[in-house]
């Protein structure tokens, strides 16, 4: 009889990730001897978030370098990598602070956000990871990263889905590489010798035509 592991795979343990994410609730992402909560901005409740941080103290604002040049002025943006980019907010920031930082939508309110002051880190390892797996939650990619000393205690206490960016870097390769499912004739009016192919993402999530 073969041998069934009973530990989630990797796959299953990022999908469960993306999942809570979807939801709401926080995934703990783990690189070397840092333990880290990441927050999506998008869909956490705000009582939720209010309570992390009553714990945690304040978390970094982790957001694509895109929308980074969208909300700082151009003379702070002109630096800026393709990376993702670690801020730190003001300490009195509230979540509408977050919301409108990581928003899609222009910056129309009178009250500013900045200045922005952006965090210059050597190892962007944990920002790259929050922002891909968002990204394949398919959520705005933008987060509150919690970290510290209590953030393992923490994730443990609230059942959070770990995973690391070595997991999250792995799933995105190979969901890189979509497969054939299916094929079949479809005569068009344009074209009449014409055929129809599905292509399933490494994952089984997603399907393209």
């Known amino acids: 009889m073969p041998h069934l592991s009973r530990k989630p795979s990797r796959a299953e343990r990022v999908n469960r990730a993306r999942s809570d994410l979807a939801m709401g609730l926080p995934c703990a992402l783990r690189h070397k001897n840092t333990t880290a909560i990441l927050a999506p901005v998008e869909t956490i409740d705000a009582h939720r978030f209010a309570a992390l941080r009553s714990v945690l103290g304040v978390p970094d604002v982790i957001i694509s370098s895109r929308r980074a040049r969208a909300v700082m002025t151009a003379a702070a943006g002109k630096d800026l990598g393709d990376e993702p980019v670690r801020i730190r907010p003001p300490e009195l920031a509230d979540f509408e602070w977050y919301s409108r930082l990581a928003s899609r939508s222009p910056l129309t309110s009178p009250i500013p956000l900045g200045p922005l002051h952006v965090l ?16 394949s939650a398919e959520l705005l990619p933008a987060c509150a990263l919690f970290t510290g000393s209590e953030a393992e205690a923490v994730s443990a206490e609230m059942g959070l889905q770990r995973v690391e960016p070595s997991d999250v870097a792995t799933q995105r390769a190979e969901v890189s590489k979509p497969h054939a499912v299916a094929a079949a004739n479809l005569p068009l009016e344009a074209h ?13 999530r997603i399907e393209h035509y």
Do not use: N, P, Q, Y
């Open 120 to 135: 210059r880190d050597d190892d962007a390892t944990l920002a790259t990871a929050a922002v891909d797996i968002l990204k």
């Open 192 to 204: 009449d010798v014409s055929r129809l192919h599905v292509f399933r993402e490494g994952d089984g």
